[in-house]
């Protein structure tokens, strides 16, 4: 069956960087786009942008530019998001997803909690 | 960018009394809306795709319907593993938006 794995949780320094990993298994890797997506303590879910395992082509939400870098590696059907320049409101749930056409989110990873504290 | 607005953001309902939940895109969307269900601390859930169509092993009591801007996620006897707080996702373009979330909560 389809199982995405993500990394564990990190604690960080407002200005370091995280990087989350997320590894798939039960369906072909370079098939179906990855998409990320947060959640804040106690608030709803944020779509962060998503990769494309085949080809590494990237789509980021406006308000994570240049913060944000999604990479895979097709040798261990893993995607992997990087945020930088952390700040204590980017703590939060990081949540891996794959998206098929027409059915998006169909299945998610467990979630990676990140906290940013000094 | 496509803004998703649900109401209500939150509801008090009993066992068996029959919910609905709106979203509203602020442009058309054609049926490419999902709602997923979300309970404390665990990974949201898939629900509904193409604004209509139920995952397989979500119960028949959960429907969608809508099209373009105005879609609903009707639950036709409220059971007490439905209280949870549920999201409408647009995928029409990128980004992506949820809604705010509806959360359903025992009356």
């Known amino acids: 069956q389809v199982q995405l794995v993500q990394s564990g949780a990190e604690v960080k320094k407002p200005g370091a960087s995280v990087k989350v990993s997320c590894k798939a298994s039960?369906?072909?890797?370079?098939?179906?786009?990855i998409h990320w997506v947060r959640q804040a303590p106690g608030q709803g879910l944020e779509w962060m942008g998503w990769i494309n395992p085949n080809s590494g082509g990237t789509n980021y939400a406006q308000k994570f530019q240049g913060r944000v870098t999604m990479t895979r590696d097709t040798s261990i059907s893993t995607a992997s998001m990087e945020l930088s320049r952390l700040r204590s409101d980017d703590t939060a749930i990081y949540y891996c997803?794959?998206?098929?056409?027409?059915?998006?989110?169909?299945?998610w990873g467990q979630g990676t909690l990140v906290t940013v504290s000094s | 960018d496509i803004q998703m607005t649900q109401s209500p953001s939150a509801m008090s309902a009993s066992v068996g009394d029959r919910v609905t939940i709106t979203c509203r895109a602020s442009?058309?969307?054609?049926?490419?809306l999902a709602w997923f269900q979300q309970k404390p601390g665990k990974v949201p859930k898939r629900l509904i795709y193409a604004a209509s169509s139920l995952h397989s092993g979500v119960p028949s009591r959960f429907s969608g319907s809508g099209f373009g801007t105005e879609f609903t996620l009707t639950i036709s006897s409220l059971q007490p593993e439905d209280f949870a707080t549920y999201y409408c996702?647009?995928?029409?373009?990128?980004?992506?938006?949820f809604g705010q979330g509806t959360k359903v909560e025992i009356k």
């Open positions: 442009q058309g969307i054609r049926n490419y």
């Open positions: 997803a794959r998206d098929s056409p027409m059915v998006p989110f169909d299945y």
């Open positions: 039960g369906h072909t890797f370079t098939d179906e786009n």
């Open positions: 996702l647009h995928h029409n373009s990128y980004p992506r938006t």
